[in-house]
């Protein structure tokens, strides 16, 4: 039965009332990436770069998944062939609408690491500038997030899927960062019919054979449909 994988990015949590990054009043007009997404600006200010994924775990953890989340674990639960999410996100939004064995290419906010020891722990909901590692006890906590200038996770895991996409899908990001932005070609090279559901175009729409426009709480629930009526 076909494979279907499929990239999320801030897009798909908008109207879950998480801000993106590159719109209009997005959180890098608000932040500078240089300060708060790099091991460089961590390592100038980690109380800066604590205090923004602090504020961004606390409002993940009261934020709602909406419709598109809903629907990506409708169709895991539904389609007879392997669907696979592999997301840009840290919210966690996927899992709690339902979807399962999301992978998270750029960590998650619910995620706390050791820069010392590289021990991994559930993060508090705050976490402080000197919070201590359960393991080595070290005062080198960081959100367990992946930054700039940093290796994305699972990226051996997730080449592997699209090696096998039958379906590629990208919902709700922008295609400016990479290696996520490469993945349609990945998936076009294994010979997948590849989609795009988006508000706008994105800076790799020319690469998709096909291309749904509008807020991803209705046009992900409608491309699933359609995906579940053609069984
Ligand atoms: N429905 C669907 N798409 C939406 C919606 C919506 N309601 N609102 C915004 N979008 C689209 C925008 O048009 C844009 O193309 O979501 C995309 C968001 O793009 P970005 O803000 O660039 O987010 P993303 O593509 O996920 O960024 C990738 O960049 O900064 C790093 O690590 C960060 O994971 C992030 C990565």
Redesign the pocket.
């Known amino acids: 039965m076909e494979k279907i994988v499929i990239l999320?990015?801030?897009?798909?949590s908008?109207?879950s009332g998480l801000g993106?990054?590159?719109?209009e009043g997005?959180?890098?007009a608000q932040h500078r990436?240089e300060d708060v997404?790099t091991p460089e600006g961590f390592a100038r200010d980690p109380a800066l770069v604590h205090a923004f994924y602090n504020a961004r775990r606390v409002q993940a953890a009261q934020a709602q998944p909406n419709a598109?989340h809903r629907a990506l674990a409708r169709l895991q639960r539904d389609w007879p062939g392997e669907v696979v999410i592999v997301t840009?996100?840290?919210d966690g939004l996927h899992e709690a609408g339902g979807a399962s064995g999301v992978i998270h290419m750029?960590g998650t906010l619910a995620g706390a690491l050791c820069a010392a020891c590289g021990h991994r722990w559930p993060a508090p909901a705050e976490m402080a500038v000197d919070e201590p590692c359960p393991a080595c006890a070290g005062p080198t906590a960081r959100p367990d997030i992946?930054w700039?200038g940093e290796v994305p996770y699972s990226m051996d895991q997730i080449y592997g899927h699209l090696a096998q996409a039958d379906i590629f899908a990208a919902?709700?990001?922008?295609?400016?960062?990479y290696p996520?932005a490469a993945f349609v070609h990945e998936a076009i090279a294994a010979g997948a019919r590849t989609v795009e559901?988006?508000?706008?175009p994105?800076a790799g729409v020319s690469s998709f054979d096909e291309t749904l426009f509008?807020?991803?709480?209705q046009?992900v629930p409608r491309w699933v449909d359609l995906l579940l009526g053609q069984r």
Do not use: K, Y
């Not at 993106?20 to 719109?23: A, E, G, H, Y």
């Not at 509008?214 to 709480?217: I, V």
């Open positions: 999320t990015g801030a897009g798909i908008a109207e993106t990054f590159r719109d997005g959180l890098w990436i997404a598109a840009q996100n840290v750029h992946v700039f919902i709700g990001t922008s295609g400016q960062v996520a559901l988006n508000l706008e994105s509008g807020p991803a709480t046009v």
